[in-house]
């Protein structure tokens, strides 16, 4: 059983009772749900995953104003339920691992992604917040919600990010693509700058990546989860076996370079036949600014493209 279901699954058995019994007054103020850090919240945990922060609890989140009412009452209530479930418990716990299960209030979940309890409006403030932040805020599933407000603040981060702000995240990682992979890669093999070489490929394929996601107006995750989350995606999946061709394939394997150009001439197609730009040749700086360019906000497509 995945930890997403395990947790749905003890919330329903010893959580939903505990607050039907104890907190009835209250249910229309909680919300309950596993969203947030961890495999699990992704789908991507497995047997290895259970040897650290992972257990079948699960998240409880309620406004700040209802905090001094029965917050800590709450708390202590979620910790006498059940430490072991089905046969999980928590082995070994790690800092920030599985501290982010059990009572919370909703202003303090969601400042730690955005930055503060006010949510992002203007371009600046959505652009200041990293994607893999808004993937974990924005992940798991919510298996009550009786106020609607952590639904509504989730469905707004998920849905609302402005259309510049993404185009700008595009132009930015096309740009890199551009400049790492098509470009530097082979010079720095020339040169025989083995290091940088490795680094331009892993940059290629981290802007690649995130590219992908972008095109899908999906939030890439942590680095960890990139690949797996890649697999998912409706458009360009296929990008990631290429990826991860490119980054097996030895330094000095002319395969790399047609990796590279693979990859890229899928995400040119894309670009052509969704309609974001008429074609440009096979280089995609080109693409980056010619992406840019369709920025509304004239601050913004005045700045510069690599962010």
């Known amino acids: 059983m995945k930890?997403?279901?395990?947790?749905?699954?003890?919330?329903?058995?010893?959580?939903?009772?505990?607050?039907?019994?104890?907190?009835?007054?209250?249910?229309?103020?909680?919300?309950?749900?596993?969203?947030?850090?961890?495999?699990?919240?992704?789908?991507?945990?497995?047997?290895?995953?259970?040897?650290?922060?992972?257990?079948?609890?699960?998240?409880?989140?309620?406004?700040?104003?209802?905090?001094?009412?029965?917050?800590?009452?709450?708390?202590?209530?979620?910790?006498?339920?059940?430490?072991?479930?089905?046969?999980?418990?928590?082995?070994?716990?790690?800092?920030?691992?599985?501290?982010?299960?059990?009572?919370?209030?909703?202003?303090?979940?969601?400042?730690?992604?955005?930055?503060?309890?006010?949510?992002?409006?203007?371009?600046?403030?959505?652009?200041?917040?990293?994607?893999?932040?808004?993937?974990?805020?924005?992940?798991?599933?919510?298996?009550?919600?009786?106020?609607?407000?952590?639904?509504?603040?989730?469905?707004?981060?998920?849905?609302?990010r402005p259309e510049d702000v993404r185009l700008k995240k595009l132009a930015s990682s096309l740009f890199y693509m551009a400049q790492s992979g098509q470009y530097n890669y082979k010079r720095c093999m020339d040169h025989g700058e083995r290091v940088a070489a490795a680094m331009a490929l892993s940059e290629f394929v981290s802007s690649a990546a995130a590219t992908v996601f972008l095109l899908n107006r999906e939030y890439a995750p942590y680095y960890k989860w990139l690949y797996r989350s890649i697999k998912r995606l409706n458009e360009l999946s296929e990008v990631g076996d290429l990826l991860e061709n490119a980054l097996a394939s030895p330094y000095d394997s002319s395969e790399v370079t047609l990796l590279v150009e693979s990859v890229s001439a899928k995400i040119i197609a894309h670009l052509v036949e969704m309609g974001y730009v008429a074609n440009k040749g096979e280089y995609l700086e080109p693409y980056a600014y010619a992406v840019n360019d369709l920025i509304r906000d004239v601050n913004l497509r005045n700045s510069p493209v690599m962010l």
């Not at 709450?74 to 339920?81: D, G, N, P, T």
């Not at 202003?107 to 955005?114: D, H, L, N, Q, V």
């Open 3 to 160: 930890g997403l279901e395990l947790s749905e699954s003890f919330y329903n058995e010893y959580g939903k009772k505990m607050l039907e019994q104890e907190f009835g007054d209250y249910l229309g103020e909680i919300a309950v749900g596993l969203v947030g850090h961890g495999s699990e919240c992704f789908g991507f945990d497995d047997e290895k995953s259970r040897d650290h922060d992972f257990d079948a609890g699960f998240n409880i989140w309620i406004p700040e104003r209802d905090d001094a009412v029965f917050g800590f009452r709450l708390f202590r209530a979620y910790s006498k339920l059940p430490k072991e479930y089905l046969g999980v418990s928590v082995k070994n716990k790690s800092v920030g691992g599985a501290s982010f299960k059990g009572v919370k209030t909703i202003e303090e979940f969601y400042s730690f992604y955005i930055g503060g309890k006010t949510l992002p409006k203007t371009n600046a403030e959505w652009l200041s917040i990293p994607d893999f932040y808004l993937a974990e805020a924005t992940n798991g599933k919510v298996f009550y919600d009786g106020l609607g407000e952590f639904t509504k603040i989730r469905d707004y981060l998920k849905n609302e």
